[in-house]
């Protein structure tokens, strides 16, 4: 009954790791999981856990403070006394004391370091938010390339094909004479040049789908793969939007912006803390204590008693003047306004680099939909122009050098139709990006 057990769980096992083998990861998923994986972002997750604990720190410094102390002491030789003699005596003392004190009145320092703290989070979380938006774009930019690597990889098989169709045509026409052996020998040349590229592309495919494992922090790319969506080369991916609209929309969504938006905020109330050095600090506090003495050679109460009889209680208001600090608090005023000039100038700075990543981009995007519409046109003419050379070289009315130039112009324009095409959808994907739409491909 055991093996049996074991045998079922083992098959169970197997069973799965068959399943998850099998899987196809989607643009979406990869995503996900290298946001939920990635080594930066889990450090500016750590970076906005920090902003949360210094937030709950300052909410928790308007609360009164409780310290307790415990001191116990021996005193030995001569001593001074109360009739102004000296003695020679040995004494213990013993002490314990818990105080408290409460903060009434600190120059608005506690609500503005508050607000500051509820600022600096909203910032990391923004920052964390950046930091996810790189990795989405990084992921999907090698997603994209391994689906260009897989479409050269499919173009490299089917010329091998052709090529292996060919020669048995070319083996064919040798064996009855219509060949000589300079071409039967040129078409197996020319085969095995197109299976040594088939296997470069290949090779090229599995390091592009490496790169996007590691980026996704896979431990191997072993039974990875992803999904090919469906695009529909036939028509436009986007309507592309000017790059003022486009900026328009990416100043109120995007993290970096409100980031720097929160710091310059934040930096306002920098400068009312260091201003709180100003204003008087007025605090509450107030304790309980008591003690225990003990002379050697002389009755003493026990240790109880003598507790209850030195118990004491005291309350109390202490208020600190700031006269003179030999201008501390001046200068910590003036870096705080300087902090702020430069986190406005780091704002601004921020906004210029935005617009020029979308001009950038649009540009990008608008060269990339010509390339694209072109190299369209070309392909369908190089096909065309191929088909022709194919059925001349077959009835012997073309060269082999005609055809294999023909056969080569096909073959760049394929490439560089599928290498346009996928340029143009992610430099479309990204414009979207910026209005705020999600990375996806379905």
Same mark, same amino acid.
């Given at each position: 009954?055991?093996?049996?057990?074991?045998?079922?769980?083992?098959?169970?096992?197997?069973?799965?790791?068959?399943?998850?083998?099998?899987?196809?990861?989607?643009?979406?998923? *990869?995503?996900?999981?290298?946001?939920?994986?990635?080594?930066?972002?889990?450090?500016?997750?750590?970076?906005?856990?920090?902003?949360?604990? !210094?937030?709950?720190?300052?909410?928790?410094?308007?609360?009164?403070?409780?310290?307790?102390?415990?001191?116990?002491?021996?005193?030995?030789?001569?001593?001074?006394?109360?009739?102004?003699?000296?003695?020679?005596?040995?004494?213990?003392?013993?002490?314990?004391?818990?105080?408290?004190?409460?903060?009434?009145?600190?120059?608005?320092?506690?609500? @503005?370091?508050?607000?500051?703290?509820?600022? @600096?989070?909203?910032?990391?979380?923004?920052?964390?938010?950046?930091?996810?938006?790189?990795?989405?774009?990084?992921?999907?930019?090698?997603?994209?390339?391994?689906?260009?690597?897989?479409?050269?990889?499919?173009?490299?098989?089917?010329?091998?094909?052709?090529?292996?169709?060919?020669?048995?045509?070319?083996?064919?026409?040798?064996?009855?004479?219509?060949?000589?052996?300079?071409?039967?020998?040129?078409?197996?040349?020319?085969?095995?040049?197109? +299976?040594?590229?088939?296997?470069?592309?290949?090779?090229?495919?599995?390091?592009?789908?490496? !790169?996007?494992?590691?980026?996704?922090?896979?431990?191997?790319?072993?039974?990875?793969?992803?999904?090919?969506?469906?695009?529909?080369?036939?028509?436009?991916? *986007?309507?592309?939007?000017?790059?003022?609209?486009?900026?328009?929309?990416?100043?109120?969504?995007?993290?970096?912006?409100?980031?720097?938006?929160?710091?310059?905020?934040?930096?306002?109330?920098?400068?009312?803390?260091?201003?709180?050095?100003?204003?008087?600090?007025?605090?509450?506090?107030?304790?309980?204590?008591?003690?225990?003495?003990?002379?050697?050679?002389?009755?003493?109460?026990?240790?109880?008693?003598?507790?209850?009889?030195?118990?004491?209680?005291?309350?109390?208001?202490?208020?600190?003047?700031?006269?003179?600090?030999?201008?501390?608090?001046? @200068?910590?005023?003036?870096?705080?306004?300087?902090?702020?000039?430069?986190? @406005?100038?780091?704002?601004?700075?921020?906004?210029?680099?935005?617009?020029?990543?979308?001009?950038?981009?649009?540009?990008?995007?608008?060269?990339?939909?010509?390339?694209?519409?072109?190299?369209?046109?070309?392909?369908?003419?190089?096909?065309?122009?191929?088909?022709?050379?194919?059925?001349?070289?077959?009835?012997?009315?073309?060269?082999?050098?005609?055809?294999?130039?023909?056969?080569?112009?096909?073959?760049?324009?394929?490439?560089?139709?599928? +290498?346009?095409?996928?340029?143009?959808?992610?430099?479309?994907?990204?414009?979207?990006?910026?209005?705020?739409?999600?990375?996806?491909?379905?």
């Amino acid at each position: 009954m055991r093996k049996q057990y074991i045998t079922f769980v083992t098959i169970a096992v197997l069973s799965a790791g068959s399943a998850m083998a099998q899987k196809q990861w989607n643009l979406k998923q *990869c995503i996900e999981y290298a946001i939920e994986h990635n080594l930066t972002i889990k450090q500016q997750e750590a970076a906005k856990d920090e902003s949360a604990v !210094d937030l709950n720190t300052a909410k928790w410094s308007r609360l009164p403070d409780l310290n307790g102390s415990a001191s116990h002491s021996f005193n030995f030789g001569r001593s001074l006394q109360m009739d102004n003699t000296y003695q020679q005596l040995n004494t213990q003392n013993t002490g314990l004391n818990l105080s408290t004190s409460i903060p009434l009145f600190t120059g608005m320092q506690i609500p @503005n370091q508050i607000a500051l703290s509820k600022l @600096n989070l909203k910032a990391a979380v923004e920052d964390l938010n950046k930091a996810k938006e790189d990795i989405s774009i990084q992921v999907t930019s090698a997603y994209l390339q391994v689906l260009f690597n897989e479409e050269l990889a499919k173009v490299a098989h089917e010329q091998v094909a052709l090529s292996e169709e060919m020669l048995k045509q070319k083996t064919a026409f040798f064996k009855v004479g219509k060949a000589s052996e300079a071409e039967l020998y040129e078409a197996k040349s020319r085969a095995a040049q197109d +299976q040594l590229s088939a296997v470069q592309a290949d090779n090229e495919y599995r390091l592009a789908l490496l !790169d996007l494992s590691q980026l996704l922090e896979l431990p191997s790319p072993e039974d990875f793969s992803i999904v090919a969506p469906s695009i529909d080369e036939g028509k436009d991916f *986007c309507i592309l939007s000017s790059p003022a609209d486009i900026y328009s929309e990416a100043l109120l969504i995007k993290p970096s912006i409100k980031a720097a938006q929160y710091r310059v905020e934040g930096a306002q109330k920098s400068i009312r803390i260091a201003q709180s050095g100003y204003y008087p600090q007025l605090s509450l506090g107030a304790g309980i204590a008591t003690s225990y003495y003990n002379v050697s050679g002389r009755e003493n109460g026990n240790f109880g008693s003598q507790l209850r009889d030195n118990f004491s209680q005291y309350i109390g208001l202490s208020l600190n003047i700031p006269i003179f600090n030999r201008f501390s608090t001046r @200068n910590q005023v003036r870096k705080a306004r300087i902090q702020q000039t430069t986190l @406005n100038w780091q704002l601004e700075d921020a906004k210029k680099a935005l617009y020029k990543e979308i001009q950038q981009a649009y540009y990008n995007a608008v060269n990339a939909e010509s390339k694209f519409e072109s190299s369209r046109t070309a392909d369908e003419a190089a096909k065309a122009s191929f088909n022709l050379m194919k059925e001349k070289y077959a009835n012997g009315k073309a060269t082999s050098t005609e055809f294999n130039e023909a056969r080569t112009n096909w073959l760049k324009a394929v490439s560089d139709r599928i +290498q346009a095409k996928y340029d143009y959808l992610f430099r479309t994907k990204i414009l979207d990006f910026y209005k705020g739409v999600p990375l996806t491909l379905e």
